[in-house]
């Protein structure tokens, strides 16, 4: 007969309790926190000939990762024909991406993202993130399997296409109620009656009429509208008596193809807004998106973050043929007031801090009769990358001879490409000038360029010319040399360069 003893689970014969414990520890800490990348893919809009898409790089390990490449293949007849967030290489149908200088080191359950446009439809194959293979990068829709080759190029920035070549013919539709509109007043009634993470579906025609939202949406229901490049908005006004300051008021029509006032969220993708006095306006509506839509002939600017409309972003979308009657007002795209309008659009301690605004994978032109972009003093923190600008018409009124002008602060203005012909009057690429204000601001200061791509036609004096170095001494504009420029009059920059 043996004698069994129970032993105490908490320790071993001859071994102390809080030993094993100890030891247990040690061995429960046993590999080295390691980043872990995975990066999907998505399309953001499609257009007849291409489209624009982006990956999102998220970092699922326990160490911050301090950067990363992307590889991936396009079927033949497709091709990159830009990109932002990122350094591109290729070498025949294979692209390499990898991060730009600020957006390698992503923490522990954050993310990154970089974009690009695709001319022709084979979405990637064999993608891969730092060698491993990576979602999104398989095989083809059926729908973008077998792009023809006619589709292989982009059109021509000289050429002046028709709605139906513009962005986007097929958008999609976010989750949630869906109301489906085909007339004006079916629209305008879906605009005033817009609740939180609603879609509206226009059909393909055109809409005439007075088109005003004050609806709002929230982060995570936001309000769409949503169209096929064919549903056309246009407004014949103006009418009726203004008021000092615009607001939405009974009697009077503004002009506005849309306007979006006191309506923050909202998600604008795909259709086209045309022959208005201004294109797309948004007053006190951050985290507007606008994606793939076509703005063109309107009276002057395209579209015009106003009134601290702060965090929008315009992607994949295309302007031209503004300033149809006040040239020097005809911008593309407009962040902020000037200093003289705050009295009406200032609501941030009387500044209009439109700021964080990005301009991402655009095409700019032609006959944008004023700048491309013209950035207003005030506004900070904005990303202008990807666009391309096509500097021919513009007027040279009201200072307006560069594609982009910026009179705010911090802006990252990288991977654009843009070119001038005649007629036109230009004089740089890109300007800064630093208005005074009331508070005080470093207007015109603490902007980088970099990897930009400038051809001033033989006319242009530089390609970036920042007008003062003394009033940003604090805060300097900042030019890399990795920015290239062909038939300049004069060079490069006015300032020197940064390796």
Known sequence: MFLRVSVPRATAIGVPAVALATAVGFATVAHAAAPQLTAAFAQTSVWSTGYGAQYTIRNNGDAPSTGWRVEFDLPAGSTVSNSWSSVRTASGQHYTFVNAGYNGAIAPGAAETFGFNVAGLGTPLNCTIDGH??????????TTASPSPSRSTSPSPSTSPSPSRSPSTTPSTPGG?????????????????ARPGQTIRLAAGTYHGSFVTTAAGTAS???????????????????????????????WDSGYGLWLYNAPYWNLTGFT?????????????????????????????????RRSSADGI????????????????????????????????????????SDRVQVVGNHLGPNIAAEAIDVKEGTTGGLISGNTFDGQGVSGQNSADSWVDVKGMDYRIEDNTGSFRSPGTFANGYETHNPSTTPSFDNGCGNVWRNNRSDLG?????????TSQSKCSARPNVVYASNTVTNATKGLTNIPVTP
């Open 273 to 305: 807004v045309a022959e208005s006095k201004k294109g797309i306006v948004a007053d006190n509506s951050q985290h507007l998106t606008v994606d793939g839509v076509y703005i063109h002939d309107v009276e002057e600017e395209a579209l015009h973050f």
């Open 177 to 193: 109620p869906i109301v489906d509109v085909s007339s004006a007043a079916q629209l305008q009634s879906a605009l005033a009656a």
């Open 314 to 353: 315009v992607r994949n979308s295309r302007i031209e043929r503004t300033g149809l009657v006040q040239p020097g007002y005809g911008e593309g795209v407009y962040i902020g007031s000037a200093g003289s309008n705050w009295g009406c659009h200032g609501n941030t301690g009387g500044v209009d801090k």
């Open 133 to 142: 293979a990576c979602p999104g990068g398989g095989t083809p829709s059926p």
């Open 221 to 251: 229901q936001p309000i769409t509208l949503t169209g096929p490049a064919g549903a056309v908005l246009v407004n014949d006004g103006p009418s009726g008596d203004a008021p000092s300051c615009p607001a939405p008021t009974a009697g």
């Open 458 to 466: 033989g006319v242009g004096q530089y390609a970036i010319n920042v």
